[in-house]
């Protein structure tokens, strides 16, 4: 699995409940191998996929 340097992230916390992706603005959370991912080149950054996960699964990475 690849990690980019900056921008959310969903870990290994996930239930699957596809909260994040109803609220994605840009669609870019998809369902992969049997768990979400955010493609980061179309992600706005804007949080709300982190605002509504149930399990904070999701995170925010800075670059380093």
Not at 6 to 27: A, F, L, S, V
Request: with cysteine; hydrophobic share 30%.
């Amino acid at each position: 699995m690849t990690i980019e340097n900056e921008g959310y992230i969903i870990t290994d916390k996930c239930i699957n409940c596809q909260m994040c992706y109803d609220i994605c603005p840009q669609k870019c959370i998809h369902l992969s191998s049997q768990s979400f991912m955010i493609e980061q080149h179309h992600c706005l950054h804007c949080g709300k996929c982190q605002e509504v996960c149930p399990v904070r699964a999701i995170i925010k990475r800075w670059r380093k």
